[in-house]
């Protein structure tokens, strides 16, 4: 007796929503997932109009954060699995954050529009 494996196909991402700890995503197959955001360092650390610029990539596979240099995919969130960038790139990334940040503001302060 044999059988046919079907392959799997993998649900696309429709829509996204953003709290202050869950990131949850709608996916074409009507399951809907949500992940504390704390399994994501750079969405953690963003603001509120930051996570709000997100875009689709792969017409569905994934999702990027431009302002963030971030990107998560539906295979990971349908495995459960969180964030793999190291500490070590991370604290990179924050220290250059901060650095823009203080740029920013010494700037806006020069121009007197702060």
Known sequence: MSTLARPIETPLIEDVTISSDTLSVELSDGRSISVPLAWY?????????????????GRGAG???EDL??????E??????PSG???????????RRS???RFRMSRRKARGTE
């Not at 240099?69 to 539906?74: K, R």
């Not at 960038?85 to 220290?95: D, H, I, R, T, V």
């Open 85 to 95: 960038e190291s500490q070590a790139s991370f604290s990179k990334w924050l220290a």
């Open 69 to 74: 240099d971030e990107d998560i995919s539906v």
């Open 63 to 65: 999702i990027h954060w």
């Open 41 to 57: 360092p750079r969405l953690s650390h963003a603001s509120s109009p930051e996570r709000k610029r997100w875009r689709l990539v």
């Open 76 to 81: 990971n969130l349908l495995a459960g699995k």
């Open 99 to 101: 650095s823009k940040k």
